[in-house]
C-alpha cells in the first residue's frame, strides 16, 4: 500500500517537472476554441491585392502589379508568374486555423516567429505583406512547419507534418494553420516566369565547342529518333535510346535567375563560341551561350526539404550561367540578350564530342519511348 502511495506521489511530480520544462521550453498547450478551423483570412479578395512583398534573411521579393500584368521590381520589372502569383493568393483565402494561443514574445523564436529586418539568427520568420488597393496593408510572419515526432505535434494532437506556424504583425497570437505556408521565400525562380525552352519540340540541335560543331541532332517530326552528324555532316545513325532523355535534358530546365542588364556576361565565362542551338519543329531557332557553374545558395538548400505545399522544383546542387538568344522577335521572356542563371540537371552530360555520344547511345538503356520511336 505504502509503495503504490509513494509511486502515485512520484508519478504527480514527474509530470509537474515536466509540465514547468515545457513551459520553460516556450512551446504553447493546445488548447480547444470554439471556432476551430476557420477562416485565417475570411474577407481576403484576391483583385484588391496590388503588391505583394516577401522578407527573409536571405533576400526580398517585390512582385506587383500593372497594367500589363505581374512584374518582379528587385529584377527591373522582369515579368513575373502570374499563374503561381494567383494560385499562392488563392491558397491564402482557403487557409484554416486549426488551433491559436497566445505566446510570450520572448518564446516566439521557438517557433521561427521574429522579424527576420529586427533580428538576426536561425529563429527568424519570413515576412510577408498583402498590399491592398485603398485599404491598410496586411502583414504577417510564417514560421516553422510541425514535425510529426515533435513536442508540438503531440500538444496539438496530431501525428502529421504540412501545417505551419504563423502570426500577424504586432501580435503575439500565434496560428497553427492547416497548410505548409513554405513556398513563401525568396528565390527568385519561384517567382519569375521561368520557362527556358519549348518542351518535346524540337527538329535539330546543334553543340558548339570553341566555335566548332561537335555534333547535331536530328529529325522531321517527334514520333521519330534523332539522327546524328559530324562536324562533317555525315551521318552517325539514328539514336534511338537517347532521343527521349535529349528532349528531358533540354525541357527540363527553368531559370533560376536573371542578372541586371548591365552583367558583364564574361566575368562568368559565358562564351559565344560555346552554345546549344535549338531549332523548335515550328522553326523558331534559340541560342543558349553556356558560362560558369556555381552551386546552390543556403536558402535554396534549406527549402529542399520544408516544402510540403505548393512545390515548384526542388533544387539541385549546380546552377550555370547561360546567355540566352532567339532569331524572331519575342514579346515574351526569357528576353534576348539578358544573362541568366539556369537549372540544367542533364545538360552537362551532352556538352560531349561526336564519338562520345555514340558511346553514350551504345551504353544507354532501352526505354518504353525508345520502342515507341522505332
Not at 503504490?4 to 512551446?27: E, K, N, P, T
Not at 553543340?207 to 562536324?231: A, C, H, M, S
Not at 551521318?235 to 527540363?252: I, R
Request: hydrophobic share 35%.
Amino acid at each position: 500500500m505504502k509503495r503504490a502511495h509513494w509511486l502515485s506521489i512520484g508519478l504527480i511530480c514527474l509530470g509537474g517537472i515536466a509540465v514547468y520544462f515545457i513551459r520553460q521550453d516556450g512551446a504553447f498547450i493546445s488548447q480547444e476554441i470554439a471556432s476551430a478551423d476557420r477562416l485565417l483570412f475570411p474577407d481576403l479578395r484576391i483583385e484588391t491585392i496590388d503588391q505583394l512583398s516577401i522578407h527573409t534573411q536571405y533576400n526580398s521579393v517585390t512582385l506587383a502589379r500593372n497594367p500589363s500584368g505581374w512584374v518582379y521590381l528587385e529584377k527591373e520589372n522582369y515579368p513575373a508568374d502570374e499563374t503561381y502569383i494567383y494560385e499562392v493568393l488563392y491558397g491564402l483565402t482557403e487557409l484554416l486555423i486549426t488551433q491559436s494561443e497566445s505566446v510570450d514574445i520572448q518564446n516566439l523564436h521557438h517557433f521561427d516567429l521574429l522579424d527576420p529586418a529586427d533580428e538576426r539568427g536561425d529563429d527568424l520568420g519570413v515576412r510577408v505583406d498583402l498590399h491592398r488597393s485603398g485599404m491598410e496593408p496586411i502583414s504577417f510572419y510564417v514560421g516553422n512547419l510541425q514535425a510529426s515526432d515533435s513536442e508540438r505535434s503531440i500538444m496539438f494532437g496530431s501525428d502529421s507534418d504540412g501545417r505551419q506556424y504563423l502570426r500577424f504583425a504586432d501580435s503575439n497570437q500565434v496560428h497553427l494553420v492547416n497548410e505548409s505556408l513554405s513556398h513563401f521565400n525568396t528565390l527568385p525562380a519561384n517567382w519569375m516566369d521561368n520557362i527556358v525552352c519549348n518542351p518535346y519540340a524540337y527538329q535539330r540541335i546543334q553543340y558548339v565547342n570553341r566555335g566548332i560543331t561537335e555534333w547535331q541532332l536530328k529529325r522531321r517530326d517527334r514520333t521519330e529518333p534523332y539522327q546524328i552528324f559530324d562536324q562533317d555532316g555525315d551521318s552517325g545513325g539514328p539514336l534511338p535510346k537517347l532521343t527521349a532523355t535529349t528532349d528531358y535534358a533540354f525541357a527540363s530546365m527553368i531559370l533560376k535567375d536573371v542578372m541586371p542588364t548591365e552583367f558583364d556576361a564574361t566575368s562568368v565565362r559565358v562564351n559565344a563560341q560555346r552554345y546549344f542551338e535549338l531549332e523548335a519543329l515550328d522553326g523558331t531557332v534559340q541560342r543558349i551561350y553556356l558560362g560558369n557553374k556555381t552551386r546552390i545558395t543556403t536558402e535554396e538548400r534549406e527549402q529542399i526539404g520544408a516544402q510540403t505545399g505548393i512545390i515548384r522544383s526542388a533544387p539541385i546542387e549546380m546552377s550555370r550561367y547561360a546567355g540566352l538568344e532567339w532569331f524572331e522577335e519575342r514579346s515574351s521572356p526569357p528576353i534576348s540578350g539578358r544573362t541568366y542563371l539556369i537549372c540544367c540537371p542533364k545538360m552537362d552530360e551532352y556538352m560531349i564530342n561526336f564519338k562520345e555520344m555514340l558511346t553514350l547511345e551504345r551504353l544507354s538503356p532501352e526505354s518504353d519511348e525508345t520502342h515507341a520511336s522505332l
